[in-house]
T-cell receptor
């Protein structure tokens, strides 16, 4: 969905490096989410935010942190990347009144 | 041994046939359900949703059926086309939870 953009689309990094993935949306939604997808698995929630001052941990938040810089921007950081964080990362947004989430194109992260 | 999660359930159908993708959800309190389609290299795309006060909802070539008694959700795709080849995920949420829980996904392959 072009309304939700993620940068970078692909990233290869080394163990121990700090990495930031960025998400921007033009849908005007209050809620933003970060998910991780591993091969053959569904989506697992890392962090979510219902507004700029609200940050919540998801089911797999260890090793990750987030920042909600504005309503339209939500970034995910890996403070010290490790190989098992190699995965596809998706950002999603939803409106306050509706649970439907709209996803970005994803970032493929490889940690060597 | 190999992780079960590496082997997505798969469904192969002939082009033009109807397909049915099934999903068993986990929480009897869930009251909102969504089907997403994920094509290779892309983020999940919303297909259709249904609330628990309904048993059936139809879209363009797609129908979602909900059986709350056995906690089962299905997605029917009529007259499948090559572009329907993708991984399909069901997701559930509970009013007030404001989060989606995703199933493992099913890979649909359309044979010419």
């Amino acid at each position: 969905d072009a309304d939700v953009t993620q940068t970078p689309r692909n990233r290869i990094t080394k163990t121990g490096k700090r990495i930031m993935l960025e998400c921007s949306q033009t849908k005007g939604h209050d809620r933003m989410y970060w998910y991780r997808q591993d091969p053959g698995l569904g989506l697992r929630l890392i962090y979510y935010s219902f507004d700029v001052k609200d940050i919540n941990k998801g089911e797999i938040s260890d090793g990750y942190s987030v920042s909600r810089q504005a309503q339209a921007k939500f970034s995910l950081s890996l403070e010290s990347a490790i190989p098992n964080q190699t995965a596809l990362y998706f950002c999603a947004t939803s409106d306050f009144f509706v649970d439907t989430q709209y996803f970005g194109p994803g970032t493929r992260l490889t940690v060597l | 041994g190999e992780s079960v999660g590496l082997h997505l359930p798969t469904l192969s159908v002939q082009e033009g046939d109807n397909s049915i993708i099934n999903c068993a959800y986990s929480n009897s309190a869930s009251d909102y359900f969504i089907w997403y389609k994920q094509e290779s290299g892309k983020g999940p795309q919303f297909i259709i949703d249904i609330r628990s006060n309904m048993d059936k909802r139809q879209g363009q070539r797609v129908t979602v059926l909900l059986n709350k008694t056995v906690k089962h959700l299905s997605l029917q795709i009529a007259a499948t086309q090559p572009g329907d080849s993708a991984v399909y995920f069901c997701a559930e949420s509970m009013e007030g939870a404001q989060k989606l829980v995703f199933g493992q996904g099913t890979r649909l392959t359309i044979n010419p």
